[in-house]
Each structure stands twice: as structure tokens, then as C-alpha cells.
């Protein structure tokens, strides 16, 4: 599962190394999405699960091959420092090129072409070459790292029905292999799990259930016509902008690029299968569900309403948490780390649910998590203790993930 979407020791750093655009590793995790994208089965097709952290892969090998060269942070796969004079733009697009060649061989053509583009813009040859061998070790490592584990079962979803009573017969989207992967950051999966969700005969149920009976029913005369948009808009945001401007800005070098965007990958999976961990749990019910069913919940603050729709459809897992709510916090968390409460400018953050949308700009990457988890009550689908929850899970996500891998190493840390 993926939200969104979108990502040990060391020694000094190299003096001599040959320098690198800070593109090329935006241009190949950009290109990286096109691939897989291109190669994915047909939607009805059997999934297995082999190739669903090739992206991931594919950041974490140009992070080590960079990091290799351009020594600024603890290797996450123990990789050596590399021969100096080796060329940066080399080693990552070598990197990316063997990761995605591995996974997606029918897409061979056009990734040759795209590694020979590149290649063809490095006129020292030496550093060329040597630039080349860090990145097919640095891949080498990386293609070995994240897989799933054998000894772990699968786990089938089973309907949860009374004997002889009909259910819904649609399985949820989380695919039963999910959970054998092996964590990236995590202890566990389980490691984050939140506390169960209010009692049904809570206040704190009553009320939010009601907020999202009032605010996301198909047709709320409570929700403003600008609480419907960004309900549609956020159900597939596009962090694209944000993270080009972070990349992009003047000073940075592509290691750090290439650490951002790596840490980006293993935070949002390790979160996306934590949440779904959690979610299968709990199996707690959606708004339609409960609102059509309140006169069952024991509570007399609730009432219910047969015929409630929420305004935007209802993802196909679960309730609780909420996973739009987890993912976004969890790379609010990891883009602080980067720049502070937002980029220059503010967080830009595009829509891929909205046809031809206009890029939002929005004061703070706290402030961009607060408007997604209100998206979700706005849209009908998840409560306010559910985002809550959500946000805290991915926060604890990254900050475990910030202070335990990819760290800057102490003369880095010194001179900042």
C-alpha cells in the first residue's frame, strides 16, 4: 500500500569529487514513477507484490551511490566510500537505471535510451566509469534490501458476518502479501498501532459522528462549496512542486536530494503498511455504515439516517486510522526536517483527482496535514479521532526514521 502517490559508520568527505546537477536525481525518481507506472499490470490482474518497492529500491541505490562519493551521512546499507574522481551524475543514474532494469525489463527500450541520455552529458570518461561502478554496487545492495519475509504467512481478509447472513463480497485492496514486507524503518508494523477508537458509547463517538453526518453527507447544506472542492482535490494530492522546490533550491547538493527523496520512499511505505496493519485490526466500520446502522451503536446521542451517502466514494479498507491523514503527516514530518515549517514560498502542493488543476499553495506543511484530514470529514469517509490518530502514527514514523537512519554525520552536523 501506498499513500500517496509519492519517496552506518562514515568517513570523511572526498575531496575532488566530481560534482553533479541536483536534477539528475529528481529527473530519475520522476522518470522511476513513469516506468513503473507503464509496467503495471491491468487492474484486474493477480498482483504478487515483487516489484511494489522497486521505487523505494531505486531512491535508497542513488542515495548510496551519492552518499558514497559525496560522504555527508550514515550508509543505510553499509556501503563503502567511493574512489575519488568518480562522476555523481554517473553513479545515480547507474544506480536508478540497474534498480529499474531489474524490476521492469519489458520496459528496456525506453530505459536504455533515457541511461544513454544521461550518459551521453559526461564528457570525463574516467570519472564516467568510476561513477558507473559505484552506482551498479550501490544498486547491487539496494535490490537486496526491503523484500518480503518467507517465514511470515500471508494474511487473507475473512468477512466478519453472522453464519448464513450476506456481507459485502468485494475484498479490500490490501493485497494479503503486504504484510510480509520487511520493515524499513520500523521494529514492527505493529510497532505504532493506536489505541483503539472511542467506545460507541462515548461522547467522543456521538460527536463525531455527528460532525461527519452533518458536514459529509452527499448532499450537506453545512459544507461550503469550497469544503466540496477540496474534499475532491486532495483524495490524490501531488507533492511534486513542493519537493522540485525543495531540490531546487540554490546550495543544495544532490546527496541531500537523494537522502530526501529516499527517506520519503521507506517513510511512506513502512507507514502505508503500519496504517493498514492497524486498519485490519481494528476493522472498525466507515460513516455509511455506522450512520445508515446508529440505532445499533447503544448510544442515545446518535440517531440514524438510512439513506446517508458520503460525498466522494468510500475507499474499499477499513476505517480506522486514516491512512490519508498517516501519510501526510509522516511527510510533513521527513519535508521539516529539509526546510523548517515550510519551503520558501510555502508548501505547493498539486491534485491528481482534479483534471487540470491549478497548483494550491498553502502557508505551512502542518497546516497542508491539517487540510488533508479535514478533506476526509468533508468527503464522508473518516472521523476526526481517526485522522488524529492517523497524524500521530506518522509522525512517530518519521521521527523514528530521522533519528535512527541516513544520519549526518558528526563533522556535517558540526558545520551546520
Known amino acids: 500500500m501506498r499513500t500517496l502517490a509519492l519517496f552506518l559508520a562514515g568517513t570523511a568527505l572526498l575531496v575532488g569529487a566530481a560534482p553533479a546537477s541536483a536534477d539528475t536525481v529528481c529527473e530519475w525518481i520522476e522518470y522511476g514513477e513513469a516506468i513503473s507506472t507503464a509496467a503495471a499490470p491491468p487492474p484486474d490482474a493477480p498482483r504478487t507484490g515483487e516489484h511494489d518497492r522497486a521505487r523505494t529500491q531505486m531512491a535508497i541505490a542513488m542515495f548510496e551511490a551519492l552518499n558514497a562519493i559525496d560522504r555527508k551521512y550514515e550508509s543505510y546499507l553499509g556501503m563503502a566510500a567511493a574512489e575519488a574522481g568518480a562522476s555523481q551524475d554517473a553513479a545515480a543514474a547507474t544506480a536508478a537505471y540497474r534498480v529499474l532494469i531489474t524490476h521492469f525489463p519489458g520496459q528496456k527500450a525506453g530505459l536504455d535510451d533515457s541511461y544513454n541520455v544521461t550518459m551521453l552529458g559526461i564528457a570525463d570518461k574516467d570519472a564516467r566509469e568510476k561513477g558507473k561502478a559505484v552506482g551498479e554496487a550501490a544498486a547491487k545492495l539496494a535490490l537486496t534490501s526491503g523484500g518480503m519475509d518467507s517465514k511470515i504467512a500471508l494474511k487473507h481478509y475473512r468477512p466478519r458476518t453472522a453464519a448464513g447472513v450476506w456481507t459485502a463480497t468485494a475484498l479490500p485492496v490490501f493485497q494479503p502479501y503486504i504484510f510480509t514486507f520487511k520493515p524499513w524503518v520500523l521494529p514492527s508494523f505493529d510497532a505504532v498501532r493506536p489505541a483503539p477508537p472511542p467506545a460507541l458509547s462515548s461522547e467522543r463517538w456521538a460527536r463525531d459522528l455527528d460532525e461527519i453526518k452533518r458536514i459529509g453527507g452527499r448532499n450537506s447544506p453545512a ?156 468527503g464522508g469517509v473518516h472521523y476526526r479521532f481517526s485522522n488524529e490518530a492517523g497524524e500521530e502514527m506518522g509522525r512517530k514514523v518519521a521521527a523514528m526514521a530521522l533519528s535512527k537512519v541516513m544520519r549526518p554525520l558528526p563533522q556535517q552536523s558540526a558545520a551546520r
Open 223 to 378: 459544507r461550503t462549496p469550497e469544503q466540496s472542492l477540496m474534499a475532491k482535490y486532495r483524495i490524490t494530492p501531488n507533492m511534486t512542486p513542493s519537493l522540485r522546490l525543495i531540490a531546487d533550491a540554490p546550495g543544495r547538493a544532490p546527496v541531500q536530494n537523494a537522502r530526501m527523496f529516499a527517506l520519503l520512499a521507506m517513510v511512506s511505505d513502512d507507514t502505508g503498511v503500519a496504517t493498514g496493519e492497524a486498519k485490519m485490526h481494528y476493522n472498525f466500520w466507515r460513516p455509511i455504515t455506522a450512520i445508515r446502522n446508529a440505532e445499533d451503536d447503544g448510544n442515545k446521542a446518535t440517531a440514524a439516517d438510512p439513506a446517508w451517502e458520503p460525498l466522494i466514494g468510500t475507499p474499499n479498507h477499513p476505517e480506522y486510522p486514516c491512512a490519508h491523514c498517516s501519510g501526510a503527516a509522516a511527510i510533513a514530518t521527513v519535508l521539516k526536517g529539509e526546510v523548517g515549517d515550510a519551503p520558501p514560498g510555502g508548501v505547493r502542493v498539486a491534485s491528481r483527482s482534479v483534471p487540470n488543476s491549478i497548483v494550491q499553495v498553502i502557508p505551512s506543511l502542518d497546516g497542508w496535514v491539517k487540510e488533508v484530514s479535514a478533506s476526509r470529514i468533508y
